[in-house]
């Protein structure tokens, strides 16, 4: 590895152990997973949130909560494990990485092999409030489109 690769190359690249799943996963982990066919992304965020904000080429979109009201889909359970052929993980995919965490532990609870995606799609919100500037997916130049 180059000192520009390594310079680049975020933090390491593991599993950390997380209760109720198998645990918390760095974006970059997540995409090599997916590039190289051992996992299916699933982005639980809303229907609008990807409309509006962008999404990852190729995830399956499936909310874990539905807008407006943010009431549970009652379709997650039977659209996970479709998404989710046997034998491979599941990487789950929020805004922040906090309602990946719940969906990762259903996940789990039906029998999959479920992974949160740290700091999410947008990662953390800073000073003034709004979020794409701390972390996150689409911060770290993984693939992503908008509208």
């Known amino acids: 590895m180059t000192s520009s690769t390594a310079a680049n190359a975020g933090p390491p690249l593991q599993v950390r152990p997380a209760a109720g799943y198998a645990g918390d996963i ?7 997973w997916v590039q190289s066919g051992q996992a299916v992304l699933v982005d639980v965020r809303t229907d609008a949130e990807r409309e509006w904000v962008g999404y990852v080429p190729g995830a399956v979109p499936l909310a874990w909560k539905q807008w407006p009201g943010m009431a ?11 998404a989710v052929p046997a034998g491979k993980k599941a990487v789950l ?16 609870e039906l029998g999959l092999e479920a992974y949160n995606i740290l700091e999410g799609f947008e990662g953390d919100a800073d000073e003034q409030g709004q979020r794409g500037r701390k972390g996150g997916w689409r911060l770290q130049g993984l693939p992503w489109k908008q509208g």
């Open 72 to 82: 549970m889909n009652a379709g997650f359970d039977e659209g996970l494990k479709a």
């Open 26 to 32: 760095p974006a970059r982990l997540a995409f090599e």
């Open 93 to 108: 995919l929020c805004r922040s990485g906090v309602r990946s965490v719940a969906a990762a532990k259903r996940a789990a």
